[in-house]
Structures are given as structure tokens and as C-alpha cells.
């Protein structure tokens, strides 16, 4: 009778083994499909522009997306970490700006489309422009989060409607950090909180009118803000307070 004890003992801790795999792996699933359900897909208008721009040449690299200028004249980079859920070519127009200023820019393409999950280092984004010197590293909304955690890789971090969970206040580092007055996810105060996370001499600037989706091409984003900047007129802001921070990184 006694060792029937040992072999029921061993039949719970089997079963118990058994529930505890299938939650596992129930839980895997679930996040797989979640990561999938409800991507916010790039507008096709805004992309096809920037394809059909003679002096850009976008190219997809697998890990990435490449948006290089045409004569090849480019030191300076930016590695750009989208927002959760947001279809990586849907910040191609909002930046193309930059490309024609000289600066040559990645947009990654996160794991499960969830900067979070994205556990490769700066450098499997800065390799796919060889030649470029000086590279930015930034990052939209959740993006952004992630892109701080690469910073000290970089030689500069710009935050897109986003703001830091990583303490770089004593880095050193140059930091831009651009937030939208109507945003209503990364609000302004909430990213004027996060402010001491930064080093002491970031810039922190508010675009007027600007919602938290004014950053890409993708649609309204539930629980944002209206914009009411147009979509040229933030093009013309996101490039001219960049390509001027970049600039101050070449002196």
C-alpha cells in the first residue's frame, strides 16, 4: 500500500507539470496573435510618395527599412524604433524630410512588431549604412522607450511623442526630445515627468498642434488627441528641429 503513495504523488506533480506547459504555451499563442491583431498599416499615399522620390532611395533590408539619398552623400544617420503596432513604412514620409537634408535613415523592424520584444543591439540597424559616421538613435512612443536603452550605443538620442525609462541624466548624451500639444497618450506633462531622466541640457520641444499619431502615416490612434497641424506642416517641422540638431552633432 505505501507505494502507491510515491506513484500518486508523482501523478499529481505529472498533471500539475502538464497545466502548468499548457499555460505556457496557450500564453506564447496568445501573445503571437496578439502581436498580430490590429497593426496599424502605413497609408498607401504618403509610402508611394517617397518611393516615386528621385533623390531617396528606399530599400528593404529585411531587419529594417533604408531610406538613403540618391548621390550617396550621407555621415550622418538615424535609427528609428516605431511605435507599438505601427507598420514600420508608415513613418517613411514623415521623415523622408531628413533624407533630403543628407541624413540617412533606418526604420527597424521590431520583433512582433513590439519594440520591447526587439532585443538586437544598435549596431544590426547601424550596419546596414556601412558609411555612415554619426548615428542618431530615436524612437516613437513605445519606440522611443527602447531606443534610450540603446543610446549609450549612439552618438545622440532624439524621442518621438516618447520618453525615457532608462536614467541618462548623467550620459553626457545630446538629446532631442519633440512631443505634440495634442497628443493625449504621451502627453506633454506626462513627458515633462520623465524629465529628469535626461541629461540636464536635452531639448525639449512642443509642436503645436501636433496628436501622438502626427508622427506617422497610419490613421487615427484611439485615445489620441486631433491634430491640427497638417501633414506637410510637420514634415517641415519634424526636418528643420532634426536636420538642426544633427547639425550640431557635426561641429
Known amino acids: 500500500m505505501?507505494?502507491?503513495k510515491p506513484r500518486r504523488a508523482r501523478r499529481v506533480i505529472a498533471r500539475i507539470a502538464l497545466v502548468l506547459a499548457g499555460l505556457?504555451?496557450?500564453?506564447?499563442?496568445?501573445?503571437?496573435?496578439?502581436?498580430?491583431v490590429g497593426v496599424m498599416a502605413a497609408e498607401p499615399a504618403?509610402?508611394?510618395?517617397v518611393e516615386a522620390e528621385p533623390g531617396i532611395v528606399l530599400t528593404d533590408e529585411g531587419a529594417g527599412i533604408v531610406l538613403a539619398p540618391a548621390d550617396g552623400e550621407s555621415t550622418t544617420g538615424l535609427v528609428f524604433i516605431p511605435g507599438a503596432k505601427v507598420e514600420?513604412?508608415?513613418?517613411?514620409?514623415?521623415?523622408?524630410?531628413?533624407?533630403?537634408a543628407g541624413i540617412t535613415v533606418v526604420i527597424t523592424r521590431p520583433t512582433l512588431n513590439l519594440a520591447f520584444f526587439d532585443l538586437r543591439p544598435l549596431d544590426a540597424f547601424t550596419g546596414l549604412a556601412p558609411d555612415v559616421e554619426t548615428w542618431m538613435v530615436g524612437g516613437h512612443s513605445l519606440g522611443g522607450v527602447r531606443a534610450c536603452q540603446l543610446a549609450g550605443d549612439a552618438d545622440a538620442l532624439v524621442l518621438f511623442a516618447s520618453y525615457c525609462a532608462t536614467d541618462l541624466s548623467a550620459s553626457g548624451l545630446p538629446v532631442l526630445s519633440l512631443a505634440g500639444s495634442e497628443d493625449g497618450l504621451s502627453t506633454p506633462a506626462k513627458i515633462a515627468t520623465a524629465r529628469d531622466l535626461l541629461p540636464a541640457d536635452a531639448e525639449l520641444v512642443e509642436l503645436a498642434g501636433a496628436s501622438h499619431a502626427s508622427f506617422?502615416?497610419?490613421g487615427p490612434q484611439a485615445g489620441d488627441g486631433s491634430p491640427t497641424i497638417s501633414d506637410a506642416e510637420m514634415t517641415a517641422e519634424l526636418t528643420a528641429r532634426i536636420e538642426a540638431f544633427a547639425e550640431t552633432l557635426r561641429r
Open 2 to 4: 505505501s507505494s502507491s
Open 88 to 100: 514600420p513604412a508608415a513613418y517613411a514620409a514623415k521623415l523622408a524630410g531628413l533624407v533630403d
Open 216 to 218: 506617422g502615416d497610419y
Open 46 to 49: 504618403p509610402l508611394a510618395a
Open 24 to 36: 505556457v504555451v496557450a500564453g506564447v499563442v496568445g501573445i503571437l496573435i496578439w502581436s498580430q
